[in-house]
């Protein structure tokens, strides 16, 4: 092997850690908190790589935690592009989500929730969606499908309660209030509604 | 070794509580990041990040808030917030404005509103924001915060006597250096010259000081006639401000060479209240002036108002005026009248316009000037430029054309001032 070679091949090797060490860097200034530095490392990286998703995901998340839901959302749909994967969608419900877009989120959450109609965190979020636009019996149906299918889920059925009471469906809500009361004694809605729903 | 070992300690504690500060930060940006409609969560990171000095990543999460539910008040607060500690003071009285279209019966937003107008300067506007704030809030906090502010504006407008009332309901001393502005010795020097660009050159000179509600001003002047000492006059006044009205007191000593007039005293009392309707301050006031001359003695009455914005202001006064001469049967009974039209030119900078119209002769101004003159203008026509020179100094450009029997004449005056 010639002296040039051996060059080259040294060089490439630490080029081959410097790119490493910087994907690492990125991680270390996120977990720092330091969004912006581990996003513009990010951005370094997927101009040398350009179709690599895991980069755009990346991005899109960072993006995300920067509060900055637009450019977010435009990210995780070059991400779908490029791979159509359940974190993109939940990432674009999250960004509709705040950015106060309730039918959008909720329109995506069905959509994907014929994929998988048992996935609670998007239920959740459809749920939610209805909530803020005040159509709690519409949210009560979410969170009823939720603790169908997780009975233990005691979050889930204290938002079920408040959404049946604030529906005007008292009965099942005194109902769903005694289960809640029984395993979760200390469940903020078994506290809020003592008054209310606790009674024969 | 002790010393290195001791070093290292203090370094990993250092940075063990810089970590849980940051790791706070950090579960608080998680938990929004996974409910994003989790307004609790988002308001606890934006105060957070308001804490640790990240203001605009804070105002974008507000902001967040605003466009999920353009109701929620602590995000509104919360924008206000932002925006002030950013120095946007125009930008926050603009979303104050819209935020109050909204809940217009928020006192903490107006209380928002009112520092933003007063870092603008518009202390009128501020104070009106700040006594809406008063009246519509229970909060404590909110009630101690607009308590001050009022007092703040009151020391801004000069009304010492209503800052004085408003630090004394100040629970404790929130803010000591509102009381030291007010209880502290205000010292105030002034310098002009004038001339009518013929045989008349003036100069003057103004010593004021303050402290509380009271204050004191020394003045002499002196008038030159084609070069040569003419007349000068020493001048005192005192005032005391109160919460009914302002109450002044001034006399005079002219001396001089014409002897039919000189040496005169001339002595002056007057009452002003100060009231304030939403964002006007009204003045009313009645005053008199009595001036013995060697040949004859002035009495004047006047009663007159001051209006004021924070971008115009005007006034009127009206002077009835008896000159009792020593020649038989020629008493005279004169009547001027006075108005000033002001607007704010730019910044704290007023153009002022003077119109005076009757027989000025003998007749003292609302400016404190005396026409001691047999022969004097009829109708007066004045402008001046009042501007700050830096945070002590001023300058006081007037100028004026007096018409008298088809004839006119120019004259201007130049005033410096510092405060210290």
Redesign the interface.
């Known amino acids: 092997m010639s002296k040039t070679n051996l060059i080259l091949i040294l060089i490439l090797c630490i080029s081959g850690l410097l790119g490493a060490a910087s994907i690492q860097e990125s991680y270390l200034a996120e977990?720092?908190?330091d969004y912006q530095s581990a996003l513009a490392i990010t951005q370094e990286l997927a101009r040398q790589d350009a179709d690599e998703v895991f980069y755009t995901m990346r991005m899109a998340w960072l993006r995300?935690?920067?509060?900055?839901?637009n450019e977010a959302a435009t990210l995780y749909r070059q991400g779908l592009a490029k791979l159509d994967h359940p974190d993109a969608h939940l990432g674009i419900i999250?960004?509709h989500?705040?950015?106060?877009e309730w039918d959008q989120a909720r329109s995506r959450a069905d959509l994907q929730l014929k994929e998988e109609p048992r996935n609670p965190t998007l239920l959740s979020k459809a749920a939610?969606a209805v909530f803020?636009k005040k159509d709690y019996h519409t949210a009560a149906e979410y969170y009823a499908r939720i603790v169908s299918f997780y009975p233990w889920d005691m979050d889930n059925r204290g938002y079920w309660v408040n959404n049946l009471y604030l529906s005007g469906n008292i009965n099942e809500a005194k109902t769903q209030y005694q289960i809640l009361k029984k395993y979760s004694p200390q469940s903020q809605i078994v506290i809020d509604y003592k008054g209310i729903l606790d009674q024969e | 070794m002790k010393l290195i070992a001791s070093l290292l300690l203090l370094f990993s504690m250092a940075l063990l509580s810089a970590q849980t500060g940051a790791s706070d930060l950090q579960s608080l940006r998680i938990a929004v990041a996974q409910n994003p409609v989790d307004a609790t969560a988002r308001i606890n990171l934006a105060y957070q990040l308001m804490l640790t000095g990240n203001n605009s990543e804070a105002l974008s999460h507000y902001e967040t808030l605003l466009i999920q539910n353009n109701r929620n008040i602590p995000a509104m607060e919360g924008v206000l917030w932002a925006l002030q500690t950013q120095g946007l003071y125009q930008e926050s009285v603009d979303r104050a404005k819209a935020f109050l279209a909204l809940s217009p019966a928020t006192g903490s937003l107006h209380s928002y509103k009112a520092y933003g107008l007063s870092r603008l300067g518009l202390h009128l506007a501020a104070r009106s924001a700040y006594s809406k704030a008063k009246r519509l809030s229970d909060d404590d906090s909110v009630q101690q915060s607009t308590k001050l502010g009022l007092a703040w504006e009151y020391l801004y407008l000069q009304d010492y006597a209503s800052a004085k009332t408003q630090l004394s309901k100040l629970e404790s001393r929130t803010d000591p250096h509102a009381g030291e502005l007010l209880h502290d010795t205000e010292l105030k020097i002034a310098v002009g010259a004038g001339t009518n660009y013929a045989d008349l050159t003036s100069g003057n000179l103004n010593l004021a000081i303050r402290k509380a509600a009271f204050s004191a001003e020394a003045n002499y002047d002196e008038l030159m006639l084609d070069g040569a000492r003419f007349r000068r006059s020493f001048g005192i006044s005192a005032m005391w401000q109160n919460p009914v009205a302002n109450l002044k007191v001034d006399s005079s000593i002219l001396l001089g060479k014409d002897k039919r007039v000189y040496p005169a005293n001339s002595y002056g009392m007057s009452l002003q209240p100060v009231f304030y309707l939403d964002k006007l301050q009204v003045k009313p006031s009645l005053s008199g002036h009595y001036g013995t001359y060697q040949r004859l003695d002035a009495q004047q009455a006047d009663l007159g108002f001051e209006l004021r914005s924070d971008r115009l202001s005007g006034s009127y006064s009206f002077s009835l005026l008896y000159l009792d001469k020593d020649s038989i049967d020629s008493d005279e009974r004169e009547q001027v009248h006075s108005f000033s039209l002001g607007v704010k030119a730019y910044k704290q900078a007023w153009l002022k316009a003077y119109l005076m119209s009757g027989n000025t002769a003998w007749w003292t101004s609302p400016y404190g000037l005396v026409y001691d003159a047999f022969e004097a203008n009829s109708s007066i026509y004045g402008l001046s430029l009042y501007s700050p020179i830096g945070k002590k100094m001023g300058f006081l450009l007037y100028s004026q054309i007096g018409t008298q029997n088809n004839e006119t004449d120019i004259s201007t005056a130049l005033t410096l001032s510092y405060s210290i």
């Open positions: 977990a720092r908190g995300y935690l920067l509060g900055q839901y999250n960004c989500l705040a950015l106060g939610y803020m």
